[in-house]
């Protein structure tokens, strides 16, 4: 769309004509209406029931369908620590979730593990094993940090392209939307992480 | 305005009926036929929707002792269908239904006794 079109579509909208393409419609109407998963694991979960109650009020934006169904849910908010007994159900509810879906790791737990990184059995992020969109740190975040969280995920959804090479995975059949499972082994989960969406950082070691 | 039927809307309100949620329908089969492919897989497909994956056989047998459970239940589920409106006309009843009801009222509780007694109410 070229800057003269665009400023001929600005004008015909002040004298209320809207013009708009598909594609716009398309996410204008997903990302308003972006259903969360009812889903907590931890405190975090109670800043997300916070979100959703009156006082913060996340039907202004949308999400204030919470699905108890992951058949009727886009989003999953991860609101907690994944201790590692919890990891595979996680990725076995995502997986069981339609295309398209997205992941809001709230928390520094479903970040990084948090204060419990130390943990033996607390994983180290849910971005090991499926594609977390947007991360909200804090520990726990306020319900505003989540309704922004929720808005630069709409932001991100109403920047997805319908057609194309770079169209998003919902929209490709070449893609697989299903994740790994992660099986309890000997002392980890196996496989520690899925090599497809996470790769462990290359450690730095000073004076060697 | 001469009416050939008074019933010709009816026609049209079922016309109306069946392509209104056709619409959507049609339009939802288009746009994934278009755009959006399908990807069941068996993961996604699974009945439990917990988290967890099923185990074991849902076709279970059940002993078939519970009969008396479900009678004992029966006991107090048919005499509050009878105790509440026999509550609610209280005052205005004469003193013989008021009689026949706590006779009523024994009968069950009779049955109940016969229960405790035999130790069904006993939990193994």
């Not at chain 1, 990184?117 to 994983?123: A, D, F, P, S, T």
């Not at chain 1, 991360?135 to 194309?164: F, S, V, W, Y």
């Not at chain 2, 079922?14 to 036929?33: D, K, N, Q, S």
Request: hydrophobic share 45%.
């Amino acid at each position: 769309m070229t800057e003269a079109d665009e400023k001929t579509i600005q004008d015909l909208r002040r004298s209320g004509i809207l013009l708009t393409t598909l594609e716009d419609l398309y996410n204008w109407g997903r990302s308003n209406s972006v259903w969360p998963l009812q889903f907590g694991l931890a405190c975090c979960a109670i800043e997300m029931i916070a979100a959703s109650m009156s006082r913060f009020d996340i039907a202004r934006f949308g999400s204030e369908v919470f699905r108890p169904s992951p058949r009727q849910a886009d989003l999953m908010i991860v609101s907690g620590t994944v201790t590692k007994k919890m990891a595979p159900q996680v990725v076995r509810l995502y997986n069981q979730m339609p295309e398209p879906k997205y992941v809001i790791a709230m928390g520094a737990c479903a970040i990084s593990g948090g204060p419990f990184k130390q943990g033996y059995n607390v994983l180290k992020g849910i971005d090991r094993y499926i594609p977390v969109d947007v991360h909200i740190p804090g520990c726990p975040p306020r319900p505003e940090a989540l309704l922004h969280g929720l808005m630069e995920l709409q932001e991100k959804i109403r920047e997805q392209n319908l057609t194309g090479e770079n169209r998003p995975r919902h929209l490709r059949s070449d893609v697989s939307g299903e994740f790994p499972v992660p099986e309890f082994g000997t002392c980890d989960l196996e496989p520690p992480s899925n090599p497809a969406v996470w790769t462990p950082p290359e450690p730095i070691r000073e004076g060697l | 305005m001469d009416n050939p039927s008074p019933y010709w809307f009816l026609v049209v309100f079922g016309a109306v009926a069946l392509v209104f949620p056709l619409i959507p329908l049609a339009l939802a089969r288009l746009w994934f036929l278009v755009f959006s492919p399908q990807k069941p897989s068996k993961e996604k497909n699974a009945v439990y929707e917990c988290g967890l994956e099923s185990k074991g056989d849902s076709w279970m047998q059940m002993k078939i002792h519970y009969y008396l459970y479900a009678i004992v239940f029966l006991i107090v589920d048919v005499e509050a269908v009878f105790l509440i409106p026999f509550a609610a006309a209280y005052a205005a009843l004469p003193v013989g239904a008021i009689v026949a009801m706590l006779f009523f009222v024994l009968l069950v509780a009779e049955g109940l006794v016969w229960a405790w007694g035999r130790g069904f109410l006993e939990w193994k």
